[in-house]
Structure formats: structure tokens, C-alpha cells
């Protein structure tokens, strides 16, 4: 009798998207083409290369390596590392991101198509907003659970009930864990991450390091540079001190001479 298989778990599906901020970093204006770039559809029709992208600055100006808003644009290494994973639905278009007030033309970013979209949300378990009972493209989550026998396996789709959804299986999640990115979040589907208060975090971070910087400097007093010299002067008279002194000669006399009591007259022995 054969051994039976052992029974393997379904996969887990995470959202993807950027960290969410309430303020601190740089957003992107789409651009002026005839793309629909939250279709799913493969793109046919030429584009520039580069693509040129504006960047918004009315938030903020931290780099991020990804961005969703109309466009889907990421760094070179997110998409590296993207199909390192296995992904291969993807469409990728070399881009650069512009801020001309700051005289900034940034490369190594593309804008992105994921070709094709998945009905996969469990709406049993998921709580929907859905109010004109449309069933796709805009529907709202206020918690979003996949079901992994309609997504098929697939390791990264948008969803056809929300078209600004980006899920990806867990074989991207752990590729994605081995490096560190600027503002990407991959998160469980049913959670909604608080935003960031980058303001706060960089001033508990100033903290933290001035913190630091006080407590190395009670290990390690800094000596003033009189007080260096005066030390150094010190030390010497110490060594010196610690020397036995040489019997000095009398001035005048080169050579040493017995006294008058002890000298015997001439002529006498």
C-alpha cells in the first residue's frame, strides 16, 4: 500500500502596498497617457522610454521604492527582487521620477503592469463596503480575507473586486523579507497598518541617539586641550622626578681638587 501525502497547508496572501504616512514622503502624478493602468490588461501601444514622472511633493519629500497612486511604479531592485520570486505577470516600462523644483531627474525606477486580475476575496469572511452592489473594481474593504482556491496559486494579481488591491503570495513575502526597503509594506489582508508619524519617529529617534552620545561621553570624559598640556607637562616632571640626579660640578674648576687640609705641602713625602 502506497504511503499517502502528507496534507499541505493553502498559502497565505498578503497585501501590498506603500507604508502608509500621515505626512514626510513623495507621492507621484500620473502621467498623461493613454494607458488604463489598473485594468489588468497587457499593454500594447508604445510608450516612452523613459516614461517621465512627475513626483508630488505636497506630503512630503522621502524616496520611497514603490508607488500606487494611478500608476504603479517601483525601484528596479523591488521588481528584482519581485521576480526572484517566481512572479512573471509582469510588464515593466523604464522610468524617471522628476522634481524640477529641486533640479531632480531620479532613474532606476519602471512603471509597472500586473497583467490580470483574480475574484479572490472570501466574501463571507471579508467585511465589504459595497453600497450600489457593483461586485468589482471599487469595492472597499474594511477587512479583506483571500481565498486561496480562487486565487489559484497565483503569486501576484490585482483583485478584481479592487482594482487598487495588489495581493501576493507568501514565496514574495519571504523574498522580500531578506532585504530592507524604503516605505513598501506587505501586510496581512485582514489588518489595516496604522499610519506613520514620521515627524514623532524622527524626533524619538533624535532622542534615542542623543541618549547614546551621553552615555558614551560620561565613559569617556573629553579632556580640554589646556588641561591635555597641563597633564602632559605634569607626567613629565613626574618622570623626571622619578630620575636620579647626576652630582653636579662646582663652576670654574674642571677638574676635582683636594682641599687645603687634606693637600700635602711639596717637597715632602
Given at each position: ?42 499593454i ?68 509597472v ?9 472570501d ?55 531578506k ?40 565613559k ?20 623626571a ?29
Open positions: 500500500m502506497a504511503p499517502k501525502k502528507p496534507l499541505t497547508s493553502s498559502p497565505v496572501y498578503y497585501q501590498l502596498q506603500p507604508t502608509p504616512v500621515l505626512e514626510g514622503v513623495y507621492d507621484v502624478r500620473k502621467p498623461d497617457l493613454e494607458v488604463r493602468w489598473l485594468s489588468g490588461q497587457s500594447s501601444t508604445p510608450l516612452p522610454n523613459p516614461i517621465e514622472i512627475e513626483l508630488d511633493d505636497r506630503f512630503g519629500t522621502r524616496m520611497a521604492d514603490i508607488f500606487i497612486r494611478g500608476i504603479l511604479v517601483m525601484s528596479d531592485r523591488l521588481v528584482a527582487a519581485i521576480q526572484r520570486a517566481g512572479v512573471t505577470n509582469l510588464q515593466t516600462f523604464p522610468a524617471v521620477l522628476n522634481d524640477a523644483q529641486r533640479g531632480l531627474r531620479l532613474p532606476g525606477f519602471q512603471a503592469q500586473i497583467v490580470g486580475t483574480i475574484k479572490a476575496a466574501m463571507k469572511k471579508s467585511i465589504a463596503h459595497d453600497p450600489d452592489n457593483i461586485g468589482r473594481d471599487i469595492v472597499g474593504f474594511q477587512k479583506l480575507v483571500i481565498d486561496p482556491k480562487a486565487a489559484r496559486g497565483a503569486l501576484m494579481f490585482r483583485m478584481l473586486e479592487s482594482a487598487s488591491t495588489i495581493i501576493v503570495h507568501e514565496k514574495v513575502k519571504q523574498e522580500l523579507d532585504e530592507q526597503w524604503q516605505f513598501v509594506s506587505v501586510h496581512p489582508t485582514d489588518e489595516k497598518p496604522f499610519p506613520l508619524d514620521l515627524e514623532n519617529w524622527a524626533a524619538d529617534f533624535q532622542e534615542v541617539l542623543q541618549a547614546g552620545r551621553a552615555a558614551r561621553s560620561k569617556k570624559p573629553v579632556k580640554k586641550k589646556g588641561a591635555a598640556r597641563k597633564s602632559k607637562a605634569t607626567s613629565k616632571s613626574k618622570r622626578a622619578s630620575k636620579p640626579k647626576a652630582p653636579s660640578r662646582p663652576k670654574g674648576r674642571s677638574r676635582k681638587q683636594a682641599s687645603p687640609a687634606t693637600r700635602r705641602p711639596r717637597g715632602k713625602r
